[in-house]
């Protein structure tokens, strides 16, 4: 915790070049000069949680959606004509309107287009992981917000998600299912960053020790409050975010590292250099925001707006190469 302090309070321009190419170079050893690609889609707005650092929040007066089977066909053949083929499917955390059995239907659909299916969702039970990972999803992702428990009960009024141990049991409860990519990480500018991450690379380190054969992948999504909210929360600075991605690669070196189109070009842009392996691509936050028909509120507003084409570019021009699938299941291979 103390090494975690020193570094991000260190903003001297030596260290931090010290610290970017040790970082950069790990990288490169493990996973070569490559960026994955990926798209995310929302299935649902709906949610029955209260976290009030959320525009999705249950309290919010908002226009409510969920895809339809057509309308999730319309969307998954949008992203994969860009050229994408690993999907993440995200839903609000409302088991009544996206029960375990409509992400299950999404996830048949998912697989006519796109060879690797990942899942961000409210937490489920080992029994419903497995029937997800039987049925093609190969990673999921969770993240437990804050790791302080004090925090955590302030920030989350009601709904399921006020059960801090369920939540941080996940990643655990994914490992028993037979999950092949676990995604963790925590919701940066809800509570004192060093603890948060040194918490949530202390749970990182006690997976790794007791599931090691599964793939992890860390990220650090800033919170982007929502508009018209009145929350007070931590500004988390781009010198800070690129420090912590560095120290994340140099201590969890096979780790991959994911970052969103929530960040600015000129970040992800850097940050692909350094330590992130995995990077979101055309992005669309809203329910049905990719045929933009009945377009909703989206959950925040991206921040790099570049076409799979334009990043594809750019992952080119900085001398990587842009990886639309490291992974295929082999069918009967799920059991
Ligand atoms: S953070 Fe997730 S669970 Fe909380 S209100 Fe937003 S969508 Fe719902």
Request: charged fraction near 25%.
């Amino acid at each position: 915790m103390i090494i975690l302090k020193y570094i991000l309070k260190n903003n001297n321009p030596h260290f931090v070049e010290g610290l970017a190419k040790k970082a950069r170079k790990t990288t490169i050893q493990y996973f070569g000069k490559t960026i994955s690609l990926y798209a995310p889609l929302y299935l649902s707005n709906y949610c029955e949680n209260q976290c009030i650092y959320c525009g999705f929040q249950t309290k919010t007066k908002l226009k409510r959606k969920k895809l339809s089977i057509r309308e999730m066909n319309k969307e998954m053949e949008i992203i994969s004509k860009s050229g994408i083929r690993s999907i993440l499917l995200l839903t609000g955390e409302s088991q009544k309107m996206a029960p375990v059995g409509y992400i299950l239907e999404a996830v048949n659909i998912a697989k006519n287009y796109f060879s690797s299916i990942s899942l961000e969702v409210y937490p489920l039970e080992v029994e419903e992981y497995q029937k997800q990972f039987q049925n093609g999803v190969d990673g999921v992702t969770i993240y437990q917000e804050t790791y302080s428990r004090e925090q955590y009960k302030k920030l989350h009024l009601s709904g399921n998600k006020i059960n801090y141990d369920f939540r941080y049991k996940t990643p655990e409860r994914l490992a028993k299912s037979g999950i092949r990519m676990i995604g963790m990480g925590v919701l940066l500018g809800l509570s004192t960053i060093s603890e948060d991450v040194y918490e949530l690379f202390r749970h990182l380190e006690q997976m790794e020790k007791k599931y090691p054969g599964i793939e992890y992948s860390l990220s650090f999504p800033r919170l982007i409050p929502p508009i018209n909210g009145n929350f007070e929360y931590i500004a988390v600075s781009d010198l800070t975010l690129v420090k912590l991605i560095c120290m994340a690669r140099i201590l969890f070196p096979r780790v991959g590292i994911t970052l969103s189109t929530r960040e600015k070009p000129h970040l992800r842009d850097h940050a692909i250099l350094l330590g992130v392996t995995k990077i979101s691509a055309a992005s669309n936050t809203s329910v049905g925001g990719y045929a933009g028909v009945n377009e909703q509120n989206p959950q925040f507003e991206v921040q790099d707006n570049r076409s799979v084409r334009e990043i594809i570019s750019l992952i080119k021009q900085k001398g990587y190469d842009p990886v639309f699938t490291d992974w295929r299941r082999i069918e009967n291979s799920s059991g």
